[in-house]
């Protein structure tokens, strides 16, 4: 069998298993309240022009205004399928994270890898409430493809991924920052053309009022607000040690950090460190 039908066959394989999973989650899986509750009812509400964005329409949106074009297409399905769509692009980010990886690992420890990613607390907490911070692991995914591969536009598109939550993501940012000092000037424009045009968009559209999300979030308190965190309640019932989110943050920032280092090569125990977290 030759090379080309090997590789269609597997993207057959992988579109058959990624359409089954699709439909499992759209048929079975419980509606996340962050995905119904925020996502997809400001989405509708600014379609409908119920709101611009940051007022008492949206309240519970702190997003950047651009994640409207995530959750867009996922409001032209019901909401089943809707969140399942977005499940999907979640685990597709974990899934690029790995592949980034296996690269590095040559594929020894890629399904260790895949478990450990998809099989954790963060992972049923992300899926249960229907949040978009798979999302975020895209883009660190893509961001660092884009490294690699000194391909801006990869780049570019991870980047813009990770500004839909920005104060989540400095770390990671400034990495690729610091790993791209180097590139030429039209590069480094190219990788900063998404997001920059997005940002200038911002400025004109909503006249400086990037703080107010940040004023809603001590101001306002919703019943939705009062949800559960299911990951944290599991964690407290079983005294999960508190402070492992700023040290799994830590790890993985100086683990990046490493790998981004002029003289060093990116060590595969490193990134594979930082993706797990």
């Not at 990624?18 to 925020?38: I, K, N, Q, R």
């Not at 990495?175 to 000037?185: C, D, E, Q, R, S």
């Not at 950090?257 to 460190?273: A, H, L, M, R, V």
Request: aromatic letters at 12%.
């Amino acid at each position: 069998m030759n090379l080309t039908m090997t590789n269609f066959l597997r993207v057959t394989i992988f579109l058959l298993v990624l359409s089954a999973v699709f439909v499992v989650f759209g048929e079975y899986w419980p509606l996340g309240d962050d995905y119904f509750f925020t996502f997809r009812e400001v989405t509708e509400s600014f379609l409908r022009g119920e709101t611009r964005l940051y007022d008492s329409n949206s309240v519970g949106f702190y997003n950047a205004p651009w994640t409207i074009l995530v959750i867009l297409p996922t409001v032209f399905m019901s909401l089943q399928y809707g969140e399942a769509l977005l499940i999907i692009a979640s685990l597709l980010g974990m899934l690029v994270s790995v592949a980034a990886v296996s690269k590095k690992n040559n594929d020894k420890f890629t399904l260790l890898i895949i478990a450990l990613a998809i099989v954790n607390l963060y992972m049923f907490d992300l899926l249960t409430r229907g949040n978009i911070d798979g999302l975020l692991v895209l883009g660190i995914g893509l961001g660092w493809f884009g490294v690699e591969r000194k391909n801006p536009i990869l780049l570019g598109i991870g980047l813009w991924l990770l500004s839909i939550k920005p104060l989540n993501v400095v770390l990671p940012t400034l990495v690729f920052m610091k790993a791209i000092w180097h590139w030429p000037g039209s590069d480094k424009l190219k990788a900063l053309a998404p997001l920059g045009s997005d940002l200038l968009d911002l400025f004109s559209r909503f006249r400086f009022r990037l703080a107010h999300p940040l004023y809603q979030s001590f101001s306002r308190k919703t019943s939705h607000d009062q949800s559960p965190n299911h990951s944290l309640a599991i964690a407290r019932a079983t005294w999960f040690p508190a402070g492992t989110g700023s040290m799994a943050l830590h790890t993985r920032c100086n683990c990046l950090w490493i790998c981004t280092d002029q003289n060093k090569e990116c060590g595969s125990k490193n990134f594979s460190i930082s993706a797990i977290y």
